[in-house]
């Protein structure tokens, strides 16, 4: 049960910045929103997680709204290598990650 | 990377033959899993470890069963490989960042059952 909803693919042009929705109605107190992608033919890789506040790194930036049920995930400067499915999860600590199918995001030059 | 590494990394058998896979962390983390990937499904989990010998289900567990006998190592069997196995294989390894559990991948294993 992934508990999260997103779009199947966006596009996204070079250079611009990629805002990756994720809708998660159904939200507890004490769940994370977690952020992975997935390169082709890659392990999933970790980017960015948060619970009500917004966060940001090296990667990417998370915006989680007032109600915390949705949240968006911002690549600043997409670039090709940006191109991967990307997954939103919630997740309570200690709980099994559940990986939905993910957006697919391509970044087009 | 979180010095995660699977063997093998590639591999073909044939139907009801027994697989082993492994799965090899450096960094002696407690928590570690196996999850397969299939078009359509994303990625689901087949079982977990949180420690020597202390393993549980997943939501896929049917037909594969696991051990961990040293905290390095988390290896699958699958006894009878069927083609409905056919599939990518992760490991992965839990991380504590804040306090705050977060999982990292392996490279993946890449099973065909003929």
């Known amino acids: 049960d992934a508990k999260t909803t997103q779009p199947p693919s966006m596009d996204c042009a070079e250079g611009r910045a990629a805002n990756l929705p994720c809708n998660h109605s159904?939200?507890?107190?004490?769940?994370?929103v977690y952020w992975y992608r997935q390169i082709h033919s890659q392990g999933p890789q970790y980017i960015i997680h948060?619970?009500?506040n917004n966060e940001t790194n090296e990667m990417a930036s998370l915006i989680i709204t007032e109600d915390r049920k949705s949240s968006t995930l911002i690549l600043p400067h997409a670039t090709l290598r940006d191109t991967a499915v990307y997954y939103c999860i919630v997740n309570q600590m200690g709980n099994q990650f559940y990986f939905g199918t993910g957006t697919s995001l391509t970044v087009i030059p | 990377d979180a010095g995660i590494t699977q063997s093998p990394r590639h591999k073909v058998t044939e139907t009801g033959t027994p697989v082993t896979l492994r799965c090899h962390q450096t960094e002696n983390h407690r928590y570690m899993y196996w999850y397969r990937q299939d078009p359509g499904h994303g990625l689901r989990l087949i079982h977990y470890s949180y420690g020597v010998k202390d393993t549980d289900k997943g939501e896929v567990s049917d037909g594969y069963s696991v051990s961990r006998s040293k905290t390095e190592d988390f290896l699958l069997t699958l006894e009878s490989a069927t083609s409905s196995q056919t599939s990518v294989y992760f490991c992965?390894?839990?991380?504590?960042?804040?306090?705050?559990?977060?999982?990292?991948f392996g490279p993946g294993t890449r099973l065909l059952v003929l």
């Open positions: 992965a390894i839990s991380e504590s960042i804040g306090g705050l559990e977060t999982q990292y």
């Open positions: 948060g619970l009500k």
């Open positions: 159904t939200i507890s107190g004490n769940e994370y």
